[in-house]
């Protein structure tokens, strides 16, 4: 199948295309240029499609991140894949939009190979706090968490008993800003960071495999899925605060 895969989770956006035929062939771009998506992430795909010799009506389906992760790199790469999946379904005729979403701290995890020890991929919050998750061997072990980095530590040292090992890796484009934070000086001895060449590259390659992987076993995602954002945005919070401070008076 022709497939995009896009994601706009953190400031890292990467796009990727596999295309199939007698030899399958895939496309991967990367800018780490801060979030600018919305200026960059549609050329990037024209580009892509432009390489391959694919008209936008030629793909099969289109994935994204469904968070955590930035908010609003989050509802651009939805709203984007959603528009795609739209014109596809409209030449095509599909019932249902060919748009699979996948989990961010998925996504990440799966590009990690920590064989007997977790996993724990990493993406900044903002306001001290660090979204994660912790999985063993591909299988996650916790829900999404949103906890400062202290806390996310003994989270995952809490786990150590149950599936035997004494080390975590931590992985994603915010790892050394979660080192810095938790302020220990020195590296523990049970942490290992994933920081190889590629690590800040973006996960559209990983994606790719994730979202054909979830395609097969549940299909499209259904018309209302929208983005994971975990906790609500400072927008919400204020407009809460504004209405709550509305009904005092």
Request: net charge positive; charged share 25%.
């Amino acid at each position: 199948m022709n497939h995009l895969a896009i994601d706009t989770a953190t400031e890292i956006l990467s796009v990727a295309l596999r295309v199939e035929g007698t030899q399958a062939r895939s496309y991967h771009e990367v800018r780490d240029e801060g979030l600018h998506h919305a200026r960059l992430l549609m050329p990037i795909v024209d580009a892509l499609l432009g390489r391959a010799g694919l008209q936008p009506h030629e793909l099969d389906f289109v994935s994204c991140m469904r968070g955590p992760g930035s908010f609003t790199g989050l509802r651009i790469g939805m709203a984007t894949a959603k528009g795609i999946a739209s014109a596809i379904a409209g030449v095509r005729g599909h019932p249902r939009l060919p748009l699979v979403s996948v989990p961010t701290l998925d996504v990440i995890a799966s590009a990690t190979d920590a064989g007997d020890g977790l996993v724990m991929p990493l993406l900044d919050a903002r306001k001290g706090r660090y979204y994660a998750a912790v999985y063993s061997r591909g299988t996650r072990l916790t829900d999404d968490l949103d906890l400062e980095p202290r806390r996310l530590l003994r989270s995952a040292r809490d786990l150590f008993t149950r599936v035997g090992t004494r080390r975590v890796l931590l992985c994603g484009p915010h790892v050394r800003g979660f080192m810095r934070a938790l302020g220990t000086g020195e590296q523990p001895e049970d942490l290992e960071l994933c920081e190889g060449p590629d690590y800040r590259g973006g996960y559209a390659i990983s994606l790719l495999d994730q979202a054909d992987r979830r395609m097969k076993a549940t299909g499209y995602d259904l018309i209302d899925a929208g983005p994971l954002y975990v906790r609500r945005s400072d927008a919400e919070l204020l407009r809460k605060a504004s209405l709550t401070q509305g009904v005092k008076r």
